[in-house]
C-alpha cells in the first residue's frame, strides 16, 4: 500500500548512506512489534496501521538487505549470491505454510504472537552475536 511505497521510495532516495546495520536492525524489529499489535489488537484501526507497518518494515529490510550483501560480496561470488537470495524468497513460502498451519491449530491472533516473537529473538540474537551486523556501514 501507501506505507510500502513511501518506504521504498525514501531508501531508494538514501543512497549509499551509513549505518545500515542500525537501519536493518530497526527494520527487522519493526516487523514483530507490528505482528504483536496486529495479534492483540482488537479495533480494526489498530490492525490496519500495525499490518502498514508490517508492509512497509518488510519494504524496507529486502532491500536494504539485498544491496548491502552484493556490496559487500566478491565480483566472482554475485552469481551465487544472488542464488541463495532468490532460494530465501523462496523459503518465504514455506514460512507462510507454517502461518496458515498454525493459524489453523490456534487461531490467528496467537500465531501473530509466537511468530512476532520468533522474528524478535532472531533478529536481537543476529543483532547481539554478530558484531559485523552492528557495524554494516
Not at 532516495?13 to 551509513?18: Q, R
Not at 505482528?35 to 502498514?52: D, E, I, N, T
Not at 500465531?111 to 552475536?129: H, N, Y
Amino acid at each position: 500500500g501507501i506505507f510500502s511505497l513511501t518506504t521504498d521510495l525514501v531508501v531508494a532516495s538514501l543512497g549509499d548512506y551509513k549505518h545500515k546495520g542500525a537501519l536493518l536492525f530497526a527494520s527487522g524489529m519493526s516487523l514483530p512489534v507490528a505482528a504483536w499489535v496486529f495479534g492483540l489488537s482488537a479495533w480494526l484501526p489498530a490492525a490496519m496501521f500495525a499490518q502498514a507497518v508490517l508492509n512497509s518494515g518488510g519494504s524496507l529490510y529486502r532491500p536494504v538487505t539485498s544491496s548491502s550483501l552484493m556490496s559487500h560480496t566478491p565480483d566472482h561470488l554475485r552469481g551465487r549470491v544472488a542464488s541463495v537470495q532468490t532460494l530465501n524468497q523462496a523459503i518465504t513460502s514455506f514460512g507462510a505454510v507454517v502461518y496458515g498451519l498454525g493459524t489453523d491449530a490456534i487461531g490467528v491472533q496467537p500465531m501473530f504472537l509466537i511468530m512476532g516473537t520468533a522474528t524478535a529473538v532472531l533478529v536481537l540474537a543476529l543483532w547481539f552475536t554478530q558484531p559485523a551486523f552492528r557495524k554494516l556501514a
